[in-house]
């Protein structure tokens, strides 16, 4: 079955543009080959840089619904994969098994009766590869799993399917467009990395990003703008526990215009650091490095 999610790498910038994402020529590139190629698309970088929110987008600009798989340690397969109703099938094993039956059902149909779809509990990868209209399907930040959660992630990136013993295999008939994205934590195996396109996201320079801000956030003054991403340039380049993400510069943004700041002076900065940086340490080291005025 082919699959049209993007005609073309412009294609794709516009189409996500329109939808709230600026890319740039690789992120465009990537994402429309990895519809073309009905891949599997690795994006890796630092927390804040939009790796969540290009498969987002990618939902939003083709109309496709977003499946999302959040990673975690200790995410296991039934979390991600299916688990059964075992509550249910206690049931309905208990009421085969009842007198007013008449009769007492053998345990080979009672098996056979519990383990269908009436009792199946799909989770993301599995419901993702069972539906038959445009899906997404985000596993975000897939660093954070142990590594045999990985396992479970290679039959579904290889073919496309998953096997369930008691019903079988079950084959995706529509491929979803399928985001893993990651920190880099950790590495991850050679193994999911080979069935992957990759793509490395970073913060955008400050041109982008004053052009993101200003498309997020109608109204703002264009010189406020370049104060704004000047001063968040210059926090990145700190040793911060946390730097500040796009979406916090946005914040910010939104912020300046609730307070009617029309000048991002020192007091200011230092004043509303809370809406980008989120560890007092942090503050205390921006407002020494930057030589912010204190109030």
């Not at 660093?143 to 992630?153: C, I, N, P, S």
């Amino acid at each position: 079955m082919t699959s049209t999610w993007f005609e073309s790498a412009d294609d794709a910038a516009g189409r996500l543009r329109a939808a709230g994402y600026l890319t740039d020529d690789a992120t465009a590139l990537t994402a429309y080959l990895a519809g073309a190629l009905e891949k599997p698309l690795l994006v890796e970088g630092p927390a804040g840089v939009g790796k969540t929110e290009l498969a987002k987008a990618v939902a939003r600009a083709t109309g496709a619904e977003l499946v999302r798989l959040q990673c975690y340690e200790g995410l296991d397969e039934a979390r991600a994969l299916y688990e059964w109703n075992y509550k249910k099938q206690l049931l309905r094993i208990q009421a085969a098994q009842a007198p007013s039956r008449g009769s007492d059902a053998t345990w080979d149909e009672t098996h056979d009766d519990i383990f269908t779809e009436e009792f199946l509990l799909t989770r993301p990868l599995l419901s993702a590869i069972r539906r038959d209209d445009p899906t997404v399907l985000l596993v975000d930040e897939v660093d954070k799993t142990d590594v045999e959660v990985e396992g479970l992630l290679l039959e579904v990136l290889s073919d496309f399917q998953v096997t369930i013993p008691e019903l079988g295999t079950v084959t995706a008939t529509r491929r979803p467009f399928v985001v893993l994205t990651s920190n880099a934590s950790r590495e991850l195996s050679e193994a999911v990395k080979r069935r992957c396109l990759f793509l490395h996201l970073d913060y955008p320079d400050a041109e982008r990003e004053r052009e993101i801000v200003s498309s997020q956030v109608p109204g703002l003054d264009d010189r406020v703008a370049a104060q704004l991403v000047d001063v968040v340039v210059r926090l990145r380049e700190l040793e911060l526990k946390k730097a500040p993400s796009i979406a916090e510069s946005v914040d910010w943004a939104r912020t300046l215009i609730a307070l009617q700041i029309g000048d991002l002076d020192e007091a200011t900065v230092a004043r509303t650091l809370g809406v980008v940086l989120k560890h007092a340490s942090d503050q205390q080291r921006a407002i020494k490095e930057l030589k912010l005025a204190s109030g």
